[in-house]
Each structure stands twice: as structure tokens, then as C-alpha cells.
């Protein structure tokens, strides 16, 4: 793929990230979230930015149709397509950006980010993308370092942004990803919360702003204790329903 303004390739990152992220240590904090992740996607599922395919032993066939993985560096695509067999549903591969997601409108009732939106060129043109390819009933899923809620941190990520963005393949240390999905229109549902210091992570939920429009009412709630898992039908949720109480965990 050609280098673009919102995209050039991280030949040198892409490396070391295949080589750590398969380390048991490394793997060991992940696996628990991309697991709970995975979890939570039904039917038809893509997985923006998805690297050297480590969520993909996570997919429940189960609960999950199929999956269509984007990725846009050359060398993660060779790793990515070196793991398909881990996964226990259908997966194919398009080299594509964030930014130009090749698919139709409302074509996913999942789509699922890991540590990718901290790098995307254009995090808006990737959301209203995100936002095109989703059913109006469907949810975005995220694992995402944030922007730090502390000032003294927040001001240090900002500080060493640049320097993360030259040696992890475009990486912001800074960014909000809360107050990003809402200004894109997104209703999150969930939000739970992991870690601190200059990596805290954050796991949202969100509806598109499709499902807004579409009529369906979004209720903000107070903060709750996690839900038992209630079996659902594959493919989501019912159509034009758009459940949206927001729960925070920590």
C-alpha cells in the first residue's frame, strides 16, 4: 500500500510489536482483555488494525459469523496471515486504512479496534468510517490507551507524544478517546477501566450515531456492577433496538 497523509508503513514496530506481544509476559496482562473483548462481538465482525491476529483465538463461532480483519502495514499483514488458523471462525484479510474502510454501509453488526486508534492519521475520518460501516443496531467495540484523567500526566503523555509517534509507528500517548467517540456521535454504553499512569486503558461500547437517527432511545444511567451475560440471538441485537444505559467499571 502506497504511503498516504494518514499513513506510512512501521516496518521496524510492526517487528518488535509481533515479537512482544507473543512474549508470555506481555501476553499474560492482554489475554484477559482481548478475551472479554472478543467476547462481546456478535455476527458479522471486523476487527479495524488487526495486527499479527492476536484476538482472533477469541472469536466464540458460537456468537461470532465471521470476521474480516483490515490491516495496513505490509509486515503485519504477513504475520496476520500467518495466524488465520488460530482462529476457530472464518477470517479474511483486506490491506486497507482505517480511514478508507472498502465495505458497504451498515454491512457489520460488530466492529472491534486493540490498541489501534492511538495511531490512525484522521481518528475522526476513522470514526465516521467506523460509523458508515456498522448497522444502525450494531456497536463499536474498543481497547484503547487514553488520554491520562490526571493533569500532571495528561501534560507528560503530551510531552512525549512526539517521540512515541516516531518509534511506535505513529502512536499518540494523548489522546481522548471518550470525549471522541461523543463529539463523533456515538452513544457508549460501557466504559471500564484498567490500569493508570501513562498507559491507563479503557474498554468502551458504543452505539453509532445510525442508531440515533434511526429512532431508537439512548438511556444514560448510573454506574452498575457488571451484567451476567444473557444469551443472544447471532447478529446482535434486535433490529432498530438500541439499548444504551452507560456503565462505568473500574
Not at 63 to 90: I, K
Not at 145 to 163: C, D, E, K, M, N
Amino acid at each position: 500500500m502506497p504511503d498516504t497523509p494518514s499513513y506510512r508503513p512501521a516496518p521496524v514496530f510492526a517487528r518488535f510489536y509481533e515479537w512482544i506481544s507473543r512474549r508470555r509476559f506481555f501476553a499474560a496482562q492482554f489475554e484477559p482483555l482481548r478475551r472479554e473483548l472478543a467476547q462481546m462481538s456478535r455476527g458479522r465482525v471486523l476487527e479495524v488494525g488487526a495486527g499479527g491476529g492476536q484476538n482472533f483465538p477469541y472469536y466464540d463461532p458460537a456468537r461470532v459469523s465471521a470476521v474480516e480483519a483490515t490491516e495496513p502495514d505490509g509486515t503485519m499483514l504477513r504475520y496476520l496471515r500467518a495466524h488465520l488458523q488460530d482462529s476457530r471462525v472464518p477470517v479474511h484479510v483486506t490491506e486497507a486504512t482505517a480511514e478508507h474502510l472498502p465495505f458497504d454501509a451498515h454491512s457489520f453488526d460488530t466492529v472491534q479496534t486493540t490498541m489501534v486508534l492511538c495511531s490512525v492519521g484522521d481518528l475522526g475520518a476513522t470514526l465516521a468510517e467506523i460509523a458508515r460501516v456498522l448497522k444502525p443496531d450494531g456497536r463499536l467495540l474498543l481497547l484503547e490507551h487514553v488520554r491520562s484523567p490526571r493533569r500532571g500526566l495528561a501534560a507528560l503523555q503530551t510531552a512525549f507524544t512526539p517521540i512515541q509517534r516516531r518509534v511506535a509507528g505513529n502512536c499518540h500517548l494523548n489522546r481522548d478517546m471518550a470525549s471522541a467517540l461523543r463529539d463523533a456521535g456515538y452513544a457508549i454504553e460501557t466504559e471500564r477501566r484498567y490500569g493508570g499512569g501513562m498507559f491507563p486503558l479503557r474498554l468502551y461500547a458504543a452505539r453509532p450515531p445510525s442508531c440515533r437517527r434511526a429512532g431508537a432511545r439512548v438511556v444514560d444511567g448510573p454506574a452498575t456492577s457488571p451484567p451476567a451475560p444473557s444469551p443472544r440471538r447471532r447478529g446482535g441485537a434486535r433490529a432498530g433496538r438500541c439499548p444504551g444505559a452507560r456503565k462505568i467499571y473500574s
